[in-house]
């Protein structure tokens, strides 16, 4: 019998901030920890406070003139011109704030961790800091310093696991982990995203490599239509693929209330992805992603954690965890007068409709070629 799932977090994001005006002002990972305490959901039993990863396990993928331009922004707290211009660094996008380098490090440091324990025994393993889809080997990109993903996979292929099935639901096409694994034929990379949207790769015709798949999907993609590619395809070619562990970005930016996507899913759709996900493998790493909304994406990773565990959704929170999301504050418009549902349910209201043409054409194209 496999162990209990573990959950991998850290004090570094309580506070941490990339900056007032930044989409990551808000708390996102301190949120979900303190639902999940207050749900009575997690104990120090199944709780891992993460180290930093090392400069040498960042170097696996990241190059070394790199991580010392981002670890002496931190210190110095500035960039020139040139370095911002060469790793873009100190951007609206990718800011200098205290922690640019000992936040991501912590980040990457919990994949290669979580690596290290599905190789100890099977099971799954939460961290949702470690989705940091974008980063390239020398670039910061998309608020992402480092890929965690990436470094997690790299740890487990490097220890003799022959197959990873990486499946990435953020509304945000994952292009660092698909261009890391493009020509690897022990990765199969699958990203369902919003269509034409930053960064504007992912195509359903894109075959970077054999084991690449795409499901970019239009503005208003709704419940009904994620459970169809579920069905449809993400869980054929999990099967079909066979893979040792499965790896899971699960990004809540494609909820209805993010905004910085124009999907329409409700955190329901995700829930279920995720449980249908975890039994294509014994060992499964379940990261988190984009989200920019405090009140949906705590909501979201917490259920994700309750999902993973078989916890019951369908209580609503307990008086513990309605005030850990009414002690929010969110300073987009939207965060001035929350709904009150915000405060008094953890799972969205379903949010069903048709599955349009759209999604069955990306559909039947991923399977092509098979």
Known sequence: MARRPLFLGSEVYRGSSYGPKHPLAIPRVSTTIDLCRAMGWLDDSVYIDTPAATVDEIARFHHRDYIVALARAEAEQRVDAATAVRYNLGKLENPVFPEMYRRPAISAGAGIQAARLLLEEPGIVYSPASGTHHARPS???????????????????????????????????????????????????????????????????????????NLPVPPGFNDSEMDHLVEAVILPLGHWFAPDVVVMQTGADALAEDPLSKLELSNGALWRAVAALVDLAPR???????????????????????????????????????????????????????????????????????????????????????
Not at 166 to 178: C, F, P
């Open 284 to 370: 499964v790493l379940v990261v988190g992603g984009g989200g920019y909304n405090p009140w949906s994406v705590g909501r979201c990773w917490a259920g994700v954690w309750a999902t993973l565990n078989g916890f019951d959704l369908v209580r609503g929170p307990t008086h513990a965890a309605e005030a850990v999301l009414r002690g929010l504050t969110w300073s987009r418009s939207a965060g001035r007068n929350p709904p009150e549902h915000w405060f008094t349910t953890l799972a969205d209201a379903p949010r069903p409709g048709p599955v349009s043409e759209a999604v069955r054409r990306v559909a039947a194209l991923a399977l092509e070629g098979l």
């Open 139 to 213: 670039r910061a990109s998309g608020f992402c310093y480092l890929n965690a993903p990436v470094l997690a996979i790299l740890e487990l292929l490097d220890t003799g696991v022959e197959r990873v099935y990486y499946v990435d639901l953020d509304a945000h096409h994952g292009d660092g982990v698909e261009e890391a694994f493009a020509v690897d034929d022990r990765v199969l990379t699958l990203s369902v995203h919003e269509d034409g949207r930053w960064p504007f790769t992912g195509t359903a015709e894109t075959r970077a490599g054999r084991m690449v798949r």
